[in-house]
């Protein structure tokens, strides 16, 4: 749960599938231009995730 501050995790989705992506605690917190669940619907999109305090992570890419 507890990230190092810069760290990045990539998550590639390579099926055409619904790829969910949401905390996994409350103590965690992923920060978003959407809601605090995350979803990749499209084949080969990429998303990453920084995190940039402690349990504080901010989400980028191809997501809805």
Known sequence: TGGVVGSVINIFSSTSGTVTIAPVS???TINGSTSA????????????????????????????
């Open 26 to 28: 409350s103590s965690v």
């Open 37 to 64: 669940t995350y979803t990749i619907t499209a084949q080969y999109s990429i998303v990453s995730l920084i995190c940039y305090a402690s349990n504080t992570w901010i989400i980028t890419g191809d997501y809805i």
